[in-house]
């Protein structure tokens, strides 16, 4: 069974970094396509960012140049490094697993089958 873990969230002023991880369990997580998503009170999820198995990534123009994700194989886990961060920053953070075999990476919500429970960050200004 698929479980994804995040950690890592919290309070921070504008300006300030937090890393946000999710450990995967239950399959072997290299072998798909992983993202960040999240959610602000009263808007629709959104695609942060996403790494292919082999290392490509993608982000939303709106983190670009601030968030970093990354993945430690051999521990399972996920990350994402987000510095400089805004108080538009603050949301529930979702981390996902891939769906399919036969695209890359994704920032799109449908293209995942698999959701963490999340975790919250909070910056305020």
């Known amino acids: 069974q698929v479980q994804l873990v995040e950690s890592g969230g919290g309070s921070v002023q504008a300006g300030g970094s937090l890393r946000l991880s999710c450990v995967a369990s239950?399959?072997?997580?290299?072998?798909?396509?992983m993202g960040w998503f999240r959610q602000a009170p009263g808007k629709e999820r959104e695609g942060v960012a996403t790494?292919?198995?082999?290392?490509?990534?993608s982000y939303a123009d709106s983190v670009k140049g601030r968030f970093t994700i990354s993945r430690d194989n051999a521990k399972n886990t996920l990350y994402l490094q987000m510095n400089s961060l805004k108080p538009d920053d603050t949301a529930m953070y979702y981390c996902?697993?891939?769906?399919?075999?036969?695209?890359?990476?994704?920032?799109?919500?449908?293209?995942?089958?698999?959701w963490g429970q999340g975790t919250q960050v909070t910056v305020s200004s």
């Open positions: 996902a697993k891939g769906s399919s075999r036969t695209i890359a990476y994704s920032l799109k919500e449908s293209s995942y089958s698999d």
């Open positions: 239950g399959y072997d997580s290299s072998t798909y396509y």
């Open positions: 790494r292919s198995r082999l290392g490509v990534t």
